[in-house]
């Protein structure tokens, strides 16, 4: 992909063009799998901030973790960008904290 701008919706046909050209997708997928496979690269961040890693090692994580959620989405059609959208709009209307401790 070429350094420009770019929306939700293209990120996601991106990175599962890039994992079903790379094999990723020749069998069927276990969600339960695919979850945790993000989860995984959550769980890496963390442990780069843990191990006081550079700012650019733990965004390299992150986005490790949104490529899989890409990539998830666009294998089950899921429209991520609506649902963000409608999710930041909802959150606007929640009260301060909306009666969490943390």
Do not use: Q
């Not at 650019?56 to 992150?62: G, H, M, P, S, Y």
């Amino acid at each position: 992909m070429e350094n420009k701008k770019r929306d939700i919706n293209t990120f996601i046909k991106e990175c599962h063009r890039i994992a079903k050209d790379k094999g990723w997708w020749e069998e069927h997928r276990n969600d339960g799998e695919l979850i945790a496979l993000m989860h995984s690269e959550l769980s890496e961040a963390l442990e780069a901030m843990r191990n006081h890693k550079k700012k650019a090692d733990i965004a390299e994580e992150l986005a490790d973790c949104c490529i899989r959620i890409f990539d998830y989405c666009g294998a089950r059609k899921i429209d991520l960008e609506k649902t963000l959208v409608k999710k930041i709009s909802y959150n606007k209307t929640r009260p301060y904290r909306h009666g969490k401790k943390f």
